[in-house]
Structure formats: C-alpha cells, structure tokens
C-alpha cells in the first residue's frame, strides 16, 4: 500500500510551516563536535548562507538556533528540518515520481541515510566520519522534492549537497550530476576544509556517501575479503589459507565495519579495536561481529584458545588500539597478517582517537584544546607504528588499508620510513588489489534490487553465479583465480547475511563480467521475473574512478600517481555514455586533497535502451582505467587491454614501448 502522506511530505520540499525543535536523540552516534575555525564575520556568513533556504518570515526564529548549532556542533544541520517519516531503501514504488529513474535515486538516497547504514545519521554522514551526503536537512528535503518533480527531460545539479536546480536536458542525459569539494587546489587543505564546510559552501562526500551508491559494510567486506584472502597467499603460497592465523587491525564503524565479517569469511582470527562502545554494540547486533571483549588478559586466553582451535571467529576489542599492538608485542604474540581502518583521512575530528585518552576525553579535546589533542596523536601514532616494527620484525604481514595510515605517522615523525625515504610497508593497491585486480580490469561491480524484496536479490545472485561459472570454464590462468574467488563470495553470499540496508550485493569483476551480468539483469526485468528495476554502480574505489597515489593508483610508476586526469575522464565518459546519474569528488578514502574520484548509477529498467547504455558505459568505464595502467608499464594491464582490443576493434589504445634501463643509463652518463 502506498503511503500518500509519505508522498505529500517529499512533494512538498521545505515545509510553508516551520516543524516542532526535535530533541537531541543520544540514543544514536552524533558526530563529534567540530573545530571552532570561523571568525565573527565568516559565523554572520555562515548564518547568512544557511537562512537562503527559508522564506524572510522565518528568519528571526531560526538565525539564534542555527547560531546555537553552530556554536554547540561546528556546523549547522538544521535538525529542527528532519523529517518525521522513517528513511530507509523504500520500495520504489512508495516513491512519488515522474520517471523511475528519479525514484531510483532516492531509494538510493534513503538508503545512505539510514539509520541502520549510517554512521551518523542525523549529521547526515554515512561513513569515515565526515563522509557527508548532504550539509544540512533543508538541502535533503529540497533535493527529494526535485527528484520527485522532474522529468526525463531535467537534470538535477548537485554541489557539495546543495541542490543547485533542475535544468532542461533529454532523455539520455544523467538525471542527476553531482560533485563534492571540488576546490581550487591551492585551497585544499585541512584547514580550507574545515573553513568551507563551516561556512556550508562545500562537503567532503568521501566516495559512496555523496554519490548516493553506498551499500552498508558489505561494500567493503568484499573487498577485505579479497584482500584478505591474497595476503594470505602471499605470506604461505598460492594455496594457503588463513586457518588458524590472526588479522589484527582496528575500526568498526562504516567502512572499517567489515573487517569482522570479512576475517570470519576469509577462515581467519580476526582481531579489531574499536573505542566507541555504541559502534561495537551495533556490529555484535547485526551479527557481524562474534564477540565482544574489555578485558586483555581475558581477550588473550580467547585468542590463543582460537588459534589453535583455527576458528573462523571475530573478536572485538573495546580499547585503544595502541594499547592492543603493545599488549600483544610485549606477549610475543604471533600476528601473521596486520592492517589499521582508523579514519585517518580525518585524523584531529574524530578519525583517529589516540591512546592515553578514553573517548569522551578526546571528543572534549578536539574542540577545547585542538592543538594539544594533535601532539596527542602524533605520539599515540609513533607509538603504533613502534609496536608494528616490533611485530613485523618477528614476520607479521602489515599493509596500509588505504586510509591514509602511513601518510600520518609520516607526517607525526613516527619510524615509518626507509633510509631511501620510501615507507617501510605497501599500500594494500600495490601488494594485492593493484596488481591482482585493478591491472585485468576486476573491481567492485555491485547492484541494488529497487524493489527491496530479497526474493529480487536472490535471483539477481543466480544470475551473477551462472555467468561467472561460465566464464571460468574458459579463464585464461591470468584471471581465472580472480573469476573462482568472486564465484565462491555469490555463491556463500545470502548464507553470509551481507545484507545491511537496502538489498544490494557486490562483487569484483572485470568489464566482461559487468556487461555479462548488468545484461542478465536487465533481460530479468524485460521477462518480468524481476519485479523493479535494477541500480548497477561500483565502488569509487575501481580501476579508473579514483587517482589516488596513496591508494588505487598506488602501483602505478611511471610518475603519475600524482596526476588526476583519469578520473575526470572517468566521470565526463560515464555521463555521455549512458549513465543515470555521475559524480566527481575532491576527496574519499585517504582525505581531502589526497585525491580524486568518481562514480556512476545507472538504472536497468528492462529495455533496450538500457542493455545499449549499459555495454557503452561500461565498456569505457573499465576500460579507460585499463588503458592508463598499460600506458604506466603494468603488465597486467597491459595483457588485460590487448585483450579488449581483440574483442572491439573500435577501441584503440596507445601502447607503450619500454626502454632498456641500461640505455637510459647509457644516456644519461654521456651527458
């Protein structure tokens, strides 16, 4: 049945009468507060920026309150303005709407914000800790009344969450163009992020938050899961598996939340601190985390007990990281496989709580006494890092998770460099995911049943399973590993209960696999055995959606890491060739300034529209990131588009000819 005054509130955007102040809900995570970075005359302008949403008449009421936000928060979110109606991945169908693919967004939207999904969601963050997908209510109340409004013949611009307008496009246009903290470069730093979201001008949309593509942890549990799965294969051989070995890292939270799940998955003992008791709590609930422990005496017996047993068990730890890295070293405890998932992209707001101080003691000290609170961490980092040397010493695997770790301790003066100036250990892109999957063109493919029925999802799994089981009977031995590992995750994936959210799955594959089983879908929805349309997108975090030197193009060495161009293609090709909606960001993964990247929704609905949008799109969406990689030396990728070459003669890549390094030698001693 639908819900019409569910419908009434979404057309009406901004309500014509203010809404009842809500109370504070300290039932669910807020956001800590945030720095206090604004000047007297930037706190008038902030005030002014935030009253451009509301009608004159309202504004003596609200400028003191959304003054006494700015004070208390760091930020004005407009709480007075959240909806009342529960949000969540609706059925499409409740949505109201003048083209389904309009309501397919905000299913996608509601899902982000769920409180379930969300970190926090009143904050309207979603995960990392600042990964926002709107500044403020009136921004998402106004953005579910353009979606519901427009036509086929609308695109809706988004800027940073603030909903630009509707502006007249046609029928293979995106539906929505988004992009987030896009800043002049010279104004990119931390502090310039601080200042500008203050001032409600720009966001920081981590990847899938302010992309509207975010499918809860299981996004990530794959992708750990992999990961996972080939450490262990580098530190015991192609067959070993990580029964009985320990995987220690830290966060539970949004992204990080998977590592508990993917340990159990990958056979291993997963081990992850996490300080905040509530995000614990939530996990264990959820049942992605096994166990919850506070003692370390108590959580050691329980460690070694698993060892030996080679359970496939997840135990959390609710403390200090730090304070468990030096624990276990001192015990001389075995660690085979190490990694850290603190939001250190966000290191002095909450990313990262530094031992020495409980979490009540530090989110009180990020505001009051900022400068102190970053001398904390740095030396809470030098004593992590000191700890780690320890254990990799005796042989323990680690790897940086991405999330900006050896770029802090860097930065904090802890013992993380070579005598070359190089760190000491690998992005997990440069060991693993790098040259194993982004180089052949796999990366994380993942789809979402708009009509919320898990029967969909079901289906959408059988589909997927057959398509790859045929394309292992004929892998060639370069990916036929890759394709055997994705075929075991869809087929354990509903006995493995990922679903947190809306009913979305993920998997990694390379640009055949995606348009084999986007095809599949879209032919179910055409047969009518899917009941909605089918959301296809992927992870930023891809072979070419994302530059980032310190992550997805980590293993890329021809000089440059450093440059952004791919990712800017990226998004300009998607939108030309099909793709529902598009987004651009400065930021996502390792922090603001650090990188940037972008994504993609695209809508099946069963027609053939869609099957032509989906092969273009996708096509060069893998592609382009594959011709970069080839282009930079990797062999991988260049056997990978080689390939594609072979099966599209419209697709010409320039190739790369290597030169021998004694001749540039040679050269260079001449002169």
Known sequence: MINLLFQKKILQGIPNELPEVKPYDSSINHAPKRKDVLTVEEKKLALKNALRYFKPEYHSVLAPEFAKELKDFGRIYMYRFKPDYKIFARPINEFP?????????????????????AQHPNELITYGGNGAVFQNWAQFLLTMQYLATMTDQQTLVINSGHPQGLFPSHPDAPRLVIANGMVIPNHSSLDDYEKFNSLGVSQYGQMTAGSAMY???QGIVHGTTITLLNAGRKIGGSSSSLSGKLYLSSGLGGMSGAQAKASVIAGAVGLIAEINPKVL????????????HTDLEKLLKRLIEAKKNKEAVSLGYQGNIVDLWEFLADKDITIEVASDQTSLHNPYSGGYYPAGLTFDQANEMMTQDPEKFQEIIHQSLKRQVAAINKMTAKGTYFFDYGNAFLLQAGKAGADIFTKSGKFKYPSYVEDIMGPICFDYGFGPFRWVCTSAKSEDLALTDKLAEEVLKEMAKKAEPEIKQQIQDNLKWIIEAKKNNLVVGSQARILYSNCQGRIKIAKAFNEAIRRQKLSAPVVIGRDHHDVSGTDSPYRETANIYDGSMFTADMAIQNVIGDSFRGATWVSIHNGGGVGWGEVINGGFGLVLDGSKSADQKLESMINFDVNNGIARRSWAGNKGAQYAIEKAMSEDSRLIVTKANSAKPELINQALNKN
């Not at 709590?281 to 919850?292: F, T």
Request: charged share 20%.
């Open 215 to 217: 499918i809860g942890p």
């Open 97 to 117: 709407c003048q083209t389904k693919q309009a309501a397919a967004i905000m299913h996608m939207y509601f899902n982000n914000l769920d409180p379930k999904v």
């Open 281 to 292: 709590v939530k996990r264990h609930s959820q049942g992605w985390l096994d166990e919850i």
